[in-house]
């Protein structure tokens, strides 16, 4: 028997066909196509999540964008409401078709609030987050009004979060910035 044993065992390490003939006989392979089928299950499972969790990460940035407008609409709303109940001031969007392309590059409508107090002009840009080209953009947006309205305005931009990037260019380009958080 241990001769037996030991050819059977010899025949497995050197012999290739009596190798798969074995693993025949024992369902080997019968175990291996179903490892391959449920390996092919997996896979499947796996991408089905990945575009799932796409999916989610995509409505959730569009809920934080949504929430962000809807803030600053609000933010818009109370700000005219004090400046001019309080102050006498007037609060008004300002647009204008930038046939020239001078702020983006391209003709395009620029919009931008404008409060109006005691002759003085201050261009205000409310946004959620501020980043290096929302400064850049205010500015651009100011000398364009100075060239059509012949007023100098004052720049502010008001977020709770300014990019340190961002403040840097306001300070270079006498934008005023009223936040919270600077990061």
């Known amino acids: 028997m241990k001769g037996l044993k030991s050819e059977i ?5 050197e012999d290739e066909e009596f190798r798969y003939a074995v693993a025949g006989l024992i369902g080997l392979e019968e175990v291996l196509k179903r490892l391959d089928r449920h390996e092919a299950q997996l896979v499947k499972l796996r991408e089905d999540m990945n575009r799932g969790f796409e999916l989610l990460r995509r409505h959730i940035d569009a809920l934080g964008a949504r929430w962000g407008l809807l803030a600053e609409e ?10 001019e109940r309080y102050f006498g001031g007037r609060v008004r969007r300002w647009a204008h078709y930038d046939e020239e392309g001078f702020v983006f590059g391209f003709p395009s409508v620029v919009e ?8 003085e002009h201050i261009l205000v840009e409310i946004k959620s987050s501020v980043s290096r080209a929302d400064v850049y953009e205010l500015w651009r947006v100011g000398q364009l009004y100075e060239r059509v309205r012949g007023v100098r305005p004052r720049l502010a931009i008001v977020s709770p979060f300014v990019r340190e990037e961002a403040a840097r260019a306001a300070r270079e380009l006498g934008v005023e910035v009223y936040t919270s958080l600077r990061a």
């Open 74 to 83: 609000s933010f818009r709303e109370a700000m005219a409401g004090v400046v």
């Open 112 to 119: 931008v609030d404008v409060v109006i107090s005691d002759e």
């Open 9 to 13: 065992l010899r025949l497995l390490r």
